[in-house]
């Protein structure tokens, strides 16, 4: 059974950093494609960060551009997400995804097959 487990959110007073971790296990596959996205209270989940191990290609979304960095490690099986500058707007519960391959729907979440249960992110004074 293949589980994503996400942890390291927190609360944090804007402008300060947060680094996320996902760990996978349970699975035979190698996960091509691995990404972050973020659900706030009300809104729909939408697309943070993904990386892509086969062309070591990383993609984000505008509103984090140059302050969050998606990264993995695949011999620990975990992907990273260092997120710095942290605004109020970035406050919201962050899940992990992956899918074994890549494709140019890498933004959708029904792209992915495996889902973790996500961590809090609060960026507030």
């Known amino acids: 059974q293949v589980q994503l487990v996400e942890s390291g959110g927190g609360l944090v007073q804007p402008g300060g950093s947060l680094r996320l971790s996902c760990a996978t296990s349970g699975s035979r596959l190698s996960f091509d494609n691995m990404g972050w996205f973020r659900q706030a209270p009300g809104k729909e989940r939408e697309f943070v960060a993904t990386t892509v191990w086969s062309g070591s290609t990383t993609y984000y979304a505008e509103s984090v551009k140059g302050r969050f960095t998606i990264s993995r490690d695949n011999a620990k099986k975990t992907v990273f997400l260092q997120m710095n500058s942290l605004k109020p707007a970035d406050t919201a519960v962050y899940y992990c995804?992956?899918?074994?391959?890549?494709?140019?729907?890498?933004?959708?979440?029904?792209?992915?097959?495996?889902w973790g249960q996500g961590t809090q992110v609060t960026v507030s004074a």
């Open positions: 995804a992956a899918r074994p391959y890549y494709s140019n729907t890498y933004y959708r979440a029904d792209a992915y097959n495996f």
